[in-house]
T-cell receptor
Framework: GEDVEQSLFLSVREGDSSVINCTYT??????LYWYKQEPGAGLQLLTY?????DMKQDQRLTVLLNKKDKHLSLRIADTQTGDSAIYFC???????????FGQGTTLQVKP | DAGVIQSPRHEVTEMGQEVTLRCKPI?????LFWYRQTMMRGLELLIY????????DSGMPEDRFSAKMPNASFSTLKIQPSEPRDSAVYFC????????????FGPGTRLTVT
């Protein structure tokens, strides 16, 4: 079945890079996503990558996809205190059209 | 655009009462999704609609939960009777198509059942 796994917590210092990792099991995933959730708010789509891509860069965000290992990562360059939030990895498959979310990684940015 | 609108933002009710959560999707979006978020189970898809028709309700926990979408701009999620274990944050999301790859989430309704 479909399963998405993430580590639960990451702490970094302001200005450092953050790398949040995710693994998934469904090889028929078509798109993989990163969402950000700030306290008391809904989920905000940060970026996504199509499964035939290896990398996508969007300003401070870099998404890397290793399809062989079913591993996805989100790198945030020059992490700021405003980046503190929960980050969710999610996948969607063409046969269900449903988003499957990981448990979320809480990113703590220390000044 | 105002984004996905949910109401109420917070709801506190007693066990056994009926609860109705409301959602207005982004104008022009024709798919709507209801999710539940808890610490124990994370984010779970409850049901989704495409063109106002329920497509997959396999995530609805039990018969106490029901959802409707009478038109393209409004959906409700009803719990009757409510139980303490229903306490969670309920999110509505919308997208342009059934297999659209960008879902936009509302701010959520925090439900507390005492």
């Amino acid at each position: 079945g479909e399963d998405v796994e993430q580590s639960l917590f990451l702490s970094v210092r302001e200005g450092d890079s953050s790398v949040i990792n995710c693994t998934y099991t469904d090889s028929s995933s078509t798109y993989l996503y990163w969402y950000k959730q700030e306290p008391g708010a809904g989920l905000q789509l940060l970026t996504y990558i199509f499964s035939n891509m290896d990398m996508k860069q969007d300003q401070r965000l870099t998404v890397l996809l290793n399809k062989k290992d079913k591993h996805l990562s989100l790198r945030i360059a020059d992490t700021q205190t405003g980046d503190s939030a929960i980050y969710f990895c999610a996948e969607i498959t063409s046969n269900t059209g449903k988003l499957i979310f990981g448990q979320g990684t809480t990113l703590q940015v220390k000044p | 655009d105002a984004g996905v609108i949910q109401s109420p933002r917070h709801e506190v009710t007693e066990m056994g009462q009926e609860v109705t959560l409301r959602c207005k999707p982004i104008s022009g979006h024709n798919s709507l999704f209801w999710y539940r978020q808890t610490m124990m189970r994370g984010l779970e898809l409850l049901i989704y609609f495409n063109n106002n028709v329920p497509i997959d309700d396999s995530g609805m926990p039990e018969d106490r939960f029901s959802a409707k979408m009478p038109n393209a701009s409004f959906s409700t999620l009803k719990i009757q009777p409510s139980e303490p274990r229903d306490s969670a944050v309920y999110f509505c999301a919308s997208s342009l198509g059934q297999f659209s790859y960008e879902q936009y989430f509302g701010p959520g309704t925090r439900l507390t059942v005492t």
